[in-house]
Structures are given as structure tokens and as C-alpha cells.
């Protein structure tokens, strides 16, 4: 029978990049935990280059501190200077708790990250909602944060950003690939203009009333609003490459208008989708 010792001892012989490849098979919680295996696995952990802190690994009954003291652990302790991942998932609720998501924004624009997942769309606890977290010029020209250059993906929910800001990602990150926004309050008149873009996401942007897309690689887009917003200015000024197009919501109420837009793009077209908002009224 093999001395599990004499195993554990083989194991911990292996390169360090080895270790960090046997470690990101693993879920984060129980990557850190690993940390107490063996002097040599100690401060392994903290090289790991994707960070996803998915609240349902702590347990079924999510308690918000538990969960940024979990993620304020793991970044505190990080110690290589990038990135590939990083995801959170919270309920923004009182003004102390927008400041921890400001600062782990933060932490990932310092790490020139290039897949950001900022989901703040919890429906876990029952409170109202007394702060939303907003993604500011201060905050992206911070000196430290020269690494939103490096994005390829930004996923953004429950976070209000202006027009100017978004504008100002599309012009300083030329490798975003794809673009997730959803329910942001801020956004009004938005001109996306990127050579890199191919995926576009927008959804329950309440106050989006202009929208004009420039983005030569662009091959998917879902447009998606709800009663209290309806887009009234849509311009695909260009997108020779697209090929998927899904417009949900009260938006499909004006098909014409958004037929008129696309009817330029016939033979790219593979795929366009209407789901219009039906409501029933007793």
C-alpha cells in the first residue's frame, strides 16, 4: 500500500507550474484551502491567475460580509502581477459595500486583467437597494489601472457607467472582444465605435435612447428593454460582419424602424430574433 506521505511528498516536488495547473482545476475556496497541505503549497495558491468567486461555494445561505472578507482574503494575498479572470457576484446594498467593489475594481485593473465579470444582480436578500456602484473616468485613469488595455471581455451588471465612460473603454481597450451591460441607469446617447468588438450585449439600459454602432468585427447583437424604455434612435452605421441579431423586449414594437436599420446587412445576416414584451392585462 503507497505511504500517502511519500505521495503527498512526490506531488509537492513538481514544478510550480505544475502545482498552479493541478490548483485551477480546482474551485477558489478550496485552491486557497490548499494552503495548509505543506510549507511548499503554502503561498501557491496566490499565483493562480483566475479569480472567480462564486457566492455558491460558500454555502447555500449567503451572508455578504462572510462573502467580502472571502474575496478581500484572496485579494490581499495575491501576489502575482496579473490576471486572467476575475468575477464577483454581490448585492450592492449600503455605501461601505460599493467602496469594497470600487477597490476590488481596482485590484483588477492593477492586475491588467483581461476578463472582468462584475455581477452586482443578486436577488439573495431582501433589503432595498440604498447604493448603486458606478464605474468612473477616476477610477480607469487611476495611474495604477493601466491594465484596462488588456481587457478582452467586460461583463457589467447593476453598475452604472455614463456614456463618456463606456465610449472611453471602447477607445483605450483595442482588444475587447465582447461587451456586456446590463441594467446600467446611466447610459443616454452611446455611439460603440471599436475595430476589435464582436459580441454586444445590451439589456434593461432603462435611459438608452440613441444607440449608433460603428464596429467592423461585430457578429453578434442582443438588444434587450422593458415597458419604461423604449430605444427610439438605432443606427448600424457599420457592422459588415453581422451575423446575429436579437432584439427583446418593447423595442420589437418598432420593427419596421429596426428592419429599416438592418436591411442593409441581408446576406450577413444568419440569425435575427424578435421576442416583443407582451403584456396581460384582467
Given at each position: 500500500m503507497p505511504n500517502f506521505f511519500s505521495i503527498q511528498d512526490?506531488?509537492?516536488?513538481?514544478?510550480?507550474?505544475?502545482?498552479?495547473k493541478v490548483l485551477s482545476t480546482l474551485d477558489l475556496k478550496n485552491a486557497v484551502k490548499t494552503s495548509i497541505l505543506a510549507k511548499r503549497w503554502k503561498y501557491l495558491w496566490t499565483w493562480l491567475p483566475v479569480l472567480d468567486f462564486d457566492y455558491k461555494i460558500l454555502s447555500?445561505?449567503?451572508?455578504?460580509?462572510?462573502?467580502?472578507?472571502?474575496?478581500?482574503?484572496?485579494?490581499?494575498?495575491?501576489?502575482?502581477l496579473y490576471i486572467s479572470k476575475f468575477r464577483v457576484f454581490f448585492c450592492s446594498l449600503w455605501g461601505s459595500e460599493v467602496s469594497q467593489v470600487e477597490k476590488w475594481a481596482?485590484?483588477?485593473?492593477?492586475?491588467?486583467?483581461?476578463?472582468?465579470?462584475?455581477?452586482?444582480?443578486?436577488?439573495?436578500?431582501?433589503?432595498?437597494?440604498?447604493?448603486?456602484?458606478?464605474?468612473?473616468?477616476?477610477?480607469?485613469?487611476h495611474p495604477q489601472n493601466n491594465g484596462i488595455i488588456n481587457l478582452k471581455s467586460l461583463c457589467l451588471s447593476c453598475v452604472d457607467l455614463?456614456?463618456?465612460?463606456?465610449?472611453?473603454?471602447l477607445l483605450h481597450c483595442?482588444?475587447?472582444?465582447?461587451?456586456?451591460?446590463?441594467?446600467s441607469e446611466t447610459l443616454h446617447r452611446l455611439n460603440i465605435v471599436s475595430d476589435k468588438l464582436k459580441r454586444l450585449t445590451l439589456i434593461y439600459c432603462i435611459y438608452l435612447k440613441q444607440l449608433q454602432i460603428d464596429a467592423v468585427n461585430l457578429?453578434?447583437?442582443?438588444?434587450?428593454?422593458?415597458?419604461?424604455?423604449?430605444?427610439?434612435?438605432?443606427?448600424?452605421?457599420?457592422?459588415?460582419k453581422l451575423v446575429e441579431a436579437n432584439f427583446d423586449g418593447e423595442s420589437c414594437i418598432y420593427l419596421f424602424p429596426i428592419l429599416e436599420r438592418i436591411s442593409h446587412l441581408p446576406k450577413q445576416l444568419t440569425k435575427l430574433s424578435f421576442s416583443p414584451y407582451v403584456s396581460i392585462e384582467s
Open positions: 512526490k506531488i509537492s516536488q513538481l514544478s510550480d507550474d505544475i502545482l498552479l447555500d445561505n449567503f451572508k455578504p460580509q462572510r462573502y467580502i472578507n472571502w474575496v478581500n482574503q484572496v485579494v490581499y494575498g495575491h501576489r502575482d481596482r485590484f483588477a485593473f492593477s492586475k491588467r486583467v483581461e476578463d472582468l465579470d462584475l455581477n452586482l444582480d443578486l436577488k439573495l436578500l431582501a433589503s432595498t437597494k440604498t447604493s448603486r456602484f458606478s464605474l468612473g473616468l477616476d477610477l480607469l485613469k455614463s456614456d463618456e465612460v463606456l465610449e472611453f473603454i483595442h482588444l475587447l472582444e465582447q461587451l456586456y451591460v446590463k441594467s457578429i453578434s447583437f442582443h438588444f434587450k428593454d422593458i415597458r419604461e424604455c423604449v430605444l427610439t434612435h438605432m443606427v448600424f452605421k457599420r457592422a459588415p
